[in-house]
Each structure stands twice: as structure tokens, then as C-alpha cells.
């Protein structure tokens, strides 16, 4: 309940954030380990995606932000078709119930993965909900922004764009 709670106070205070729209430069290097199952039990490991850009997004169904994000995310995703592109949804410790209840009304496509125990928040340092991370091609986070986007926008397809460059 602990991780709840300092992920809903940094929800409110970067909820009223222009700053929370804009990708940030990474400093950190290598991304953290994750390996996550999804609604169907199969595995995804963040290593298995190597050579490709790899958006990894911690989102929860009650997170208004989330909510409206997703429909963007569901539209980068069309977008970077047939591209080295994939996007790692990690639902935030949520029961398989709450979120096959919430993927019935808000209909996604790309791969959700649970984090039950909260593990991969811990990892990933993850206190507001959403926090979102671009991978590069060798496995390093080179962007983040944590609040929500418009991932569709041009200036966030540019940035994908630079990333999926280094993959040719």
C-alpha cells in the first residue's frame, strides 16, 4: 500500500505539470532488468528485445492520465508498424482481474505485462503513475517522462524516429 500511496502524491504533483508532456534525456545507462508475464502467462523479457526500441510504460486502470494517454500509445503503435518498435505496458501491481476488467472497455493492442508484487516499480524507480521509458536498440534508457503525453504528437515521433535510426 506504501508504493500506492507515493505513487498517487506523485501523480498530484506533476498532474497540473506542463514540464510532464516533455521526453527527458536519460543519464542512467542500462535499463533495469524486466521480466514480467502477460494476461496470457507468457513471458516477456526486456533482454529478448534487443535491437529494437522498446517503450516501457508503468500505467494503472485507476490513473486518469493513463486512461488518456492509451488511445495514443494505441496510435504509435499503428504508426511504427513493421518497424524494430515495441511497447511493454506494466500494469502496476493491479489483480489479472481489474485489468482484463478495464482492457474490456479500453481496447489495446500492444503487450501488458503484470507486476503483482511490485518489483519492476521498485526497479525502475517508478513513483507516478504514468512513468514512461524509451530503450534503445542495446538495451539503455535513453528517454523518460513521467505524467502523461500525446505519444502520437510529432515531436515524441521524432524522438522515436532518432532511436529506430540507431537500429539500421
Known sequence: MKAYALILLGFFLLSGSAAAQELKPYQGGAAPALALADLNGKRHDLQDYR???????????????CIKEMPS??????????????????????????????LAKIKVDFNILLDPDAQAIAAWKVFVAPS?????????????????AQWDAPEM???IDGLLAEAR
Open 73 to 102: 500509445v494505441e496510435r504509435l503503435k499503428a504508426k511504427l508498424a513493421g518497424r524494430p518498435f515495441a511497447i511493454l505496458g506494466v500494469n502496476m501491481g493491479e489483480s489479472d482481474k481489474e485489468v482484463r476488467e478495464f
Open 51 to 65: 535491437g529494437q526500441v522498446v517503450m516501457v510504460q508503468f500505467w494503472a486502470t485507476y490513473c486518469a492520465p
Open 132 to 148: 514512461t521509458f524509451l530503450v534503445d536498440v542495446h538495451g539503455n534508457v535513453r528517454y523518460t517522462l513521467q505524467g502523461g
Open 157 to 159: 515521433l521524432q524522438t
